[in-house]
């Protein structure tokens, strides 16, 4: 039996490589998921464009516009749900989703974060990673909870620092990372093969869906 495809929403404000990242992932067949929806709080964002060259509707919803960030969410999840959603990514996005909007989605949203977790969470967290003086970051793919890049982890990447980076060279090496951790975390997840106990997330051995 061909399994279905696991039905994804992406949350983006900005560039959107992650973003397409993982609808390049979906569309080789790597991961059996379906990007149906991106929604940006902001309407120029570069994201949205990327979606809809990938035929992918996009959607911007601007919080200042409809009356704040709750009535955003509000629209967002009406919107999601109405496109059968099953797993959310927020990718790139540069807002705090609430306790409500995670309620909508227990267990099922994903972040990217550029920083070995705990390490560095937060704004900015390569030039944090910089000015602390670590020698190897990274990046983090962690389901959602109500703390900012907080909740359990499923899948991280190590970068070592090097001598004479800059912000923008450690962000480019890190970047490289998160287009294959994100799109694999994804597909773990589509293959019913995370399983969240408690802060710890077990990574399932492959199934009969020959994963
Ligand atoms: C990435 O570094 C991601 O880890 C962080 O924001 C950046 C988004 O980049 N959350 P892009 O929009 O995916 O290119």
Known sequence: MKRQLTRVGVLVSGR?????????????GSVPAKVVLVISDKPNAAALEKARAAGVEALAIEPARVGGMRQFEVQAVTALKSKGVELVCLAGFMRV????????FPGRVLNIHPSLLPSFPGLDAQKQALEYGVKVTGCTVHFVDEQVDHGPIV???A???LEGDTVESLSERILEQEHKIYP????????GRLKLEGRRVRILPPSEWGE
Do not use: H, M, W, Y
């Open 155 to 157: 899948i991280q990447a």
């Open 16 to 28: 959107g490589s992650n973003l397409q990242a993982l609808l390049d992932a979906c569309a080789s």
């Open 184 to 191: 694999e975390a994804v597909r773990l997840f589509a293959t």
């Open 97 to 104: 989703v609430s306790p409500a909007f995670l309620k909508e």
């Open 159 to 161: 970068v070592p620092v």
